[in-house]
């Protein structure tokens, strides 16, 4: 009777939290892979919260065996694709992604979590108008491509992206006319996702060059060492595994941010052939640095970095920098991604004809 109590009431704590996922549920995009998650793990909390009383095994057999089988088939439909557009690569050692990265669809876990962080304060009202639906349409335009993605999200989320192994998005070019090139994409606060590398992949894609996103930790602190060294690793499997010659680094916010603070200790890196800034740029004495061309992409009413600021940036940078000002928010890869596309594939294709 003591163990029935004790899942009673763990069944009680997991019923009420999922309940109030359902509610948030019916006002947000949820994916089929989603509704599957919720139905099954009510059932099992259900089946678990009565259990004292009455005999429920069936209805926490039947919760169970659906969350059993909506995993196992994710899992199973993600590993065995048989031409991946979009694959997940653990580095520095380049080996498959573990199958962690396939058990939840990733729209569901962005979208319930930026709508968590606004109700926090997190984001402002003018940000978190219509990102629910510019997301959806993401994922929609992702799964006619690919199913079944991989997410780096609940592995940047347990704390496991670090230097000595890290979450690596590759998505290939449609027509891969420039093979020896890369776009590599550092992500800002909240983690690497892969609707966001899909956006940025758009503009290489045109260009035809593979695009690449790393993972660091969910704060996105790529000044941080570990941040550092995952950059440095990612650069060096792609100039040394895969034969990539030219590589166009660029960041979000505080992907943008750290690429600012570690530009001076890029000299080194060879294969740099330009910068780029969406959202997020600091001091232009650093990014001169590297003598590199550099493009900067900028919501006009962005709440974080202001507009001017970074047009006065570019200014300093002079004749290598190239400022693109979009009517947008901070979120400007989501709800503009066209304008964002154009604006970096035409920055690519004049930096490829000099």
Known sequence: ????????????????????????????????WGIGYLLGGL???????????????LATGTGALTLLLLTVTRVGLGIWEPHPVLEMLTLPSGD???????????????????????????SSAREHVGIAEALNADYSSLRQVQAVMPSPVLDTYLGLQ????FDTIFIKPEANSHPETAVVFLHGFGGNVTAQCWEISRAASRFGALTVCPSTGWQGQW??????????????????????????????????????????????????????FIDGIAKSAEIRALGLPVLVIQGSQDERMPALEAHRIVGEIGNLGTYVEIAGDH????????????????????????
């Open 43 to 57: 059932t099992l909390a259900f089946g678990l919260t009565l259990s004292p009383w009455r005999t429920v095994w």
């Open 162 to 165: 670090g230097a000595e192994g």
């Open 223 to 276: 000044w941080q060492p570990d941040g550092e060294a995952s950059l440095r690793a990612a650069l060096r499997y792609l100039t040394s595994e895969r034969g990539i010659r030219n590589i166009y680094l660029g960041g979000f916010s505080n992907g943008g941010f750290g690429l600012n603070r570690l530009a001076p200790k890029l000299t080194d890196e060879k294969a740099l052939r330009g910068l780029f």
């Open 331 to 354: 979120f400007l890869i989501m709800k503009e991604p066209a304008a964002v596309q154009t604006a970096l594939s035409a920055w690519l294709e004049k930096q490829a004809g000099k």
């Open 96 to 122: 498959s992604a573990p199958w962690l990265g396939y058990v939840i669809d990733e729209q569901d876990a962005v979208i319930f979590g930026e709508t968590l962080f606004h109700q926090i304060g997190g």
């Open 1 to 32: 009777m003591r163990f029935k109590s004790s899942l009673s009431i763990f069944g009680f704590f997991l019923f009420i939290p999922l309940l109030l996922l359902a509610g948030l549920a019916t006002q947000i995009p949820v994916s089929v």
